[in-house]
């Protein structure tokens, strides 16, 4: 079972709120990576990280930001939330590089902006 | 640039074998995957293929690659109502090593 978490799971908000969503992953892996998931199931790479003080954008352009201060913890922020970042977010880790490089993921948070 | 296709939907019933198929681009991809979502959860790894095999097998999973073709397909035989979920195909691609996912296929099993 993979050890990565996100929290909150659900999350409501209204217009103009500032959020920060949470991973967190205890395997030491290096890589971490956002996924924003459409209704429609389709995966967007949003941001990825190969480790500490390292972020990156994705195949997705996104409002978000993120940082990676800790090995552990890959926190992603919206400054200000609007409806059209409603979408369920996925987090992942995986080694640099290895056999397969695998990507665990975590549970998932789903957002709602009204 | 890269890309992963598959169809959006399968409906079996129970019992019977499903096949999910899925093309891709890269023909440099070393790497081909398979990951199941259940509802309300992440994506699990199934299954992996290096893109020197042909075949592999895993209890009820069978991985079908044709390299000439860039078709990679997953075979789970005696379905069972429990596999349904979304199967995403995807690929080890790009530069950066990230993966490039497929946009899912929803599998059906009827009783």
């Known amino acids: 079972e993979a050890d990565i978490y996100q929290t909150p799971r659900y999350l409501v908000i209204g217009t103009g709120k500032k959020i920060t969503l949470e991973c967190s992953q205890t395997m030491g892996h290096d890589k971490m990576y956002w996924y924003q998931q459409d209704p429609g199931m389709e995966l967007h790479l949003i941001h990825y990280?190969?480790?500490?003080?390292?972020?990156e954008k994705g195949d997705l352009s996104s409002e978000s930001t993120v940082s990676r201060i800790r090995t552990e913890h890959f926190p992603l922020t919206l400054e200000s939330a609007r409806p059209s970042h409603t979408s369920q977010y996925l987090c992942a880790s995986s080694e640099l590089a290895g056999i397969g490089n695998e990507q665990f993921f975590g549970p998932g948070t789903r957002l709602t902006v009204l | 640039g890269e890309d992963v296709e598959q169809s959006l939907f399968l409906s079996v019933r129970e019992g019977d074998s499903s096949v999910i198929n899925c093309t891709y681009t890269d023909s440099s991809s070393t790497y081909l995957y398979w990951y199941k979502q259940e509802p309300g959860a992440g994506l699990q790894l199934l299954t992996y293929?290096?893109?020197?095999?042909d075949m592999k097998q895993d209890q009820r999973l069978t991985v079908l690659l044709n390299k000439k073709d860039k078709h990679l397909s997953l075979r789970i035989a005696d379905t069972q109502t429990g596999d349904s979920a979304i199967y995403f195909c995807?690929?080890?691609?790009?530069?950066?090593?990230?993966?490039?996912f497929g946009k899912g296929t929803k599998l059906s099993v009827k009783p």
């Open positions: 293929i290096f893109s020197n095999m």
């Open positions: 995807a690929e080890r691609g790009g530069s950066q090593g990230n993966l490039i």
């Open positions: 990280s190969y480790g500490v003080n390292s972020t």
